[in-house]
RNA sequence: GAAUCAGUAGCUCAGCUGGUAGAGCAACGCCCUUUUAAGGCGUGGGUCCUGGGUUCGAGCCCCAGCUGAUUCACCA
């Protein structure tokens, strides 16, 4: 790849700070006694306990003026601002460190540890004056450095922002580098997590991990990740849902279990999907889902609380409270209050009229309780906005809950929508396990009309399930749109540090020593690139006449002059096998 | 899979009716000991996504393609 020439200068002066005696990627620990943090809360309230300290971080942003100079670093919570006199960092005769090294040899975007002591300028400002500087790491490549600035009303404007999605999710360092509000997105993120974590582990609930690499997959209704073990020669999936082996631990005994799991699903990707996702699965024994509702509430308020003080989030354009009690609905209630229409009573075909009657797409391989799901997720999903159980779903879409205690046709499941998606799903678990085989059968029966999403038949899970399971509400909850809510983001590659992307376009690039071996003269080369000739297939394409004429003229606008022209035999040469 | 929009300097972006490719920041050189988008003077940096076409002449118009984003579709 060829080098920018801000990329080549740094690794200049990468060479010459070792030169100088000085190694750019040192290995002793630098001893920090204190972060930007610490000073910005502290420094006022105790300035005695920063008369003497030190800390690291990158360097943002540089104003030099002379024999001293002003500076920013940048540490994990945020920036300071150091102060760097020549006379202070060099006391003897040699300003080498001031002069050469500080203001010549490192760039925006290195690493620096400085000792010294906290004051504050005459502007106002809290300010490391820097006694000792110390390079921690040089960087190579430019960051792209947005420039911030507070106008007399306090308000930030940003200039030249990092904001294109692309780059900034295929290099995510780099977006927490320059974009300070990402860093405490994904801070959140690990907040919600953990007062989830906290929440369950006060209820005594056993944190548990169950297997990725699953023999068949189950506990949810999508297409996996296929791939293969070598040595047992068998097929493995990657699954997408850890359910049928939680619920295995309540057979066990545990009467509470729970797992933080990366589920993978095989299907399209959008601002909502990821193929590989975070839920936490719930199974508490001898508990139902009305109990396992006000469970949902009081941690999902607690989670509010724990990240914003309060139980209102906004998102968008619209105020969430999830303060309790949350709404509920039926899902037949749900569907009649936004339409106007009861199919609690309906058969399939009459189904099918109501939803082309509504515009809802459908197809043939639906069955009833799908073609109930599509009614509802066209007329009524969009429109919950403030967290609301919906209850009581058709049996044929949710094969792993328990039959309704008084509602025939209906299982005891309920699902919390908010701000227009689902946000979590759960049941009374079903524990016949005479039932529970029918209902996979049914599944498979829907698999072969063509539903690519119906669910296997898994005959160890049934097996544990004749030994026994108790009564169990079980519970998932999508960490990903939990934290796009609570953080306010449009996107889940805006939670995600790594979003799924596709594939970097990288042009394969032949070496020097490829195009040496086919005559090419060393000192040519560059002028290739230059042309866009990298690989030895481009060379090989060209038409020798033309590229003769154009190595010829490269070579005189790159001012190449004690560089011989090639001549048209040996580039002739370069192209013949 | 479809539609829309976009692709110009390291970053963010201008670029008129088709007429020599621009700005700010970043970089490089010089000056400057309390600045804060520091400042002053100077310099370098471009496959205008790619390939065709129209034209005396294309960053701009036309066609095809590539890449990406967004929306929709798909999706518990």
């Given at each position: 790849m060829a080098l920018s020439e801000q990329e080549l200068h740094r690794r200049e002066e990468r060479q010459k700070l070792m030169e100088a005696?000085?190694?750019?990627?040192?290995?002793e620990t630098f001893e920090i006694t204190t972060t930007t943090e610490d000073i910005h809360q502290n420094f006022e309230k105790e300035?005695?306990?920063?008369?003497q300290v030190s800390l690291a971080g990158r360097l943002m942003r540089r104003r030099i003026m002379g024999k001293a100079s002003f500076a920013e670093i940048q540490d994990a919570a945020g920036r300071i601002q150091i102060y760097v006199a020549r006379d202070e960092i060099?006391?003897?005769?040699?300003?080498s460190l001031y002069n050469?090294?500080?203001?010549?040899?490192?760039?925006?975007g290195d690493i620096v540890g400085v000792n010294g002591f906290i004051f504050t300028t005459k502007t106002g400002e809290t300010t490391v004056h820097v006694k000792e500087l110390t390079v921690l790491t040089k960087s190579l490549r430019p960051l792209p450095l947005p420039k911030e600035v507070q106008d007399e009303e306090g308000n930030t404007k940003t200039y030249?922002?990092?904001?294109?999605p692309e780059q900034r999710y295929r290099q995510r360092y780099v977006d927490l580098i320059v974009n300070p509000k990402v860093r405490e997105t994904f801070r959140q993120r690990t907040k919600l997590v953990s007062s989830i974590r906290n929440f369950l582990d006060g209820q005594g609930y056993l944190e548990v991990e169950t297997p990725i690499l699953q023999p068949l997959y189950g506990g949810a209704a999508a297409r996996p990740f296929k791939t293969h073990h070598n040595t047992l020669d068998m097929t493995l999936y990657l699954r997408i849902a850890n359910e049928l082996y939680l619920k295995r631990l309540i057979v066990g005994g545990f009467d509470g279990v729970y797992e933080f799991a990366k589920d993978f699903r095989n299907e399209g990707m959008s601002r909502f999907h990821n193929p590989e996702f975070t839920q936490v699965e719930l199974y508490v024994a001898y508990k139902d889902y009305e109990w396992m509702m006000d469970l949902v509430e009081e941690m999902i308020e607690r989670a509010a609380l724990d990240l914003h003080g309060t139980t209102e989030v906004q998102v968008g354009e619209n105020t969430i409270n999830f303060q309790r009690p949350w709404k509920r609905f039926t899902m037949f209630e749900a569907i009649q209050h936004y339409?106007?229409?009861?199919?609690?009573?309906?058969?399939e075909t009459q189904l099918r009229e109501t939803a082309h009657q509504l515009n809802v797409p459908i197809d043939d391989t639906m069955g009833k309780g799908k073609l109930i799901d599509e009614i509802f997720g066209e007329t009524c999903e969009p429109k919950l906005i403030q967290p609301t159980f919906i209850t009581d779903y058709p049996v044929e879409m949710s094969p792993l809950a328990k039959k309704h205690r008084s509602k025939?046709?209906?299982?005891e499941r309920f699902e919390a929508i908010c701000n227009g998606k689902e946000i979590c799903n759960a049941f009374s678990?079903?524990?016949d396990p005479i039932d529970q085989r029918e209902r996979f059968e049914e599944q498979l029966t829907l698999g072969k009309r063509g539903d690519e999403e119906a669910m296997t038949l898994d005959e160890d899970f049934l097996r544990a399930l004749e030994y026994g399971m108790p009564p169990t509400a079980g519970l998932g909850v999508g960490i990903d749109r939990l934290a796009m809510i609570m953080t306010n983001q449009p996107s889940i590659q805006e939670v995600l540090f790594f979003p799924q992307m596709k594939p970097e376009a990288k042009q394969a690039e032949s070496s020097d020593q490829e195009f040496v071996d086919r005559?090419?003269?060393?000192?040519l080369i560059p002028v290739l690139h230059k042309l866009g000739i990298v690989t030895i297939t481009q060379l090989q394409e060209a038409s020798p006449n033309k590229l003769h004429n154009d190595v010829c003229g490269m070579r005189k606008k790159m001012k190449l002059k004690e560089v011989k022209n090639p001549t048209k035999e040996e580039v002739e040469g370069w192209i013949e096998d």
């Open positions: 005696g000085i190694n750019p990627y040192p290995s300035p005695e306990r920063f008369e060099c006391p003897g005769e040699d300003k050469t090294v500080f203001k010549q040899l490192l760039d925006l030249d922002a990092f904001t294109d339409t106007d229409i009861d199919i609690s009573e309906m058969d025939p046709g209906l299982v678990e079903l524990n005559g090419v003269q060393p000192e």
